[in-house]
């Protein structure tokens, strides 16, 4: 299910769009109202998934198209004339922060500017052998598939501004990396390393 919270300011015409998903256990309605503030001067899309309530990454009970799902979104978003097609961001926090980190890596859509992670970071089905990887189908993830599914190098990520935010002090997902729920997590700075890598950085 999709909410829209449109921008409480009046100007100017065409307004950024973010597509905003909770975490793990989290419900739409709750997210949208923790963050809603920070994001005045946006068009907010908060998405939900009825009946899961985690986003399909590497192991999770969810195998769902959940990156098809996010493109088809964007298509119907595009469509609007009071949006700014070349400023549609992503946010996502914990379990939706690895979707947004997914979505930076596989979706190819220059309108994408900014993704943003917040509580989450790389891990080793995603990216390993100085390469990162995406699933060639989405519904054929999880345990039972080599490294979860990830099977195809992406070659060609597309180039935008990504934003890693991650306390030192997290014993969920932890700050060193390692493992948590099934997966292993390379190292927040590590994760932002590879990022920054596929953006061009060579220092």
């Keep these: 299910s999709i909410k829209i919270q449109l921008s409480t300011r009046p100007n100017p015409a065409r307004k950024p769009a973010c597509l905003a998903f909770h975490g793990a256990g989290g419900e739409q309605p709750g997210f949208l109202s923790s963050i809603s503030a920070l994001f005045e001067a946006h068009i907010l899309i908060s998405v939900s998934v009825d009946g899961q309530h985690s986003w399909n990454i590497s192991n999770e009970g969810n195998n769902g198209q959940d990156i098809e799902a996010i493109k088809q979104i964007i298509a ?5 004339t009071n949006v700014d097609t070349d400023r549609i961001r992503i946010l ?3 379990n939706g ?6 979505a930076a890596v596989e979706m190819d859509d220059a309108s994408v500017d ?12 995603q990216y390993r052998n100085n390469n990162f990887y995406y ?3 989405e519904t054929l993830t ?3 598939y080599a490294n979860d599914g990830y ?31 099934g997966l ?7 994760s932002a390393y590879a990022l920054a890598q596929s953006q061009g950085y060579a220092g």
């Design 76 to 80: 119907k978003v595009k469509l609007y």
């Design 92 to 94: 996502g926090l914990s």
């Design 97 to 102: 922060g690895a979707l947004a980190l997914r």
């Design 114 to 125: 900014v993704v943003c992670c917040i509580i989450s970071q790389t891990n080793t089905d």
């Design 135 to 137: 699933p060639s189908d």
């Design 142 to 144: 999880g345990d039972a």
């Design 151 to 181: 099977d195809t190098v992406q070659d060609s990520m597309p180039q935008r501004k990504i934003l890693q935010l991650k306390g030192r002090s997290d014993t969920v997902v932890p700050y060193v990396g390692g493992d948590f729920a």
């Design 184 to 190: 292993t997590f390379l190292s927040a700075e590590d």
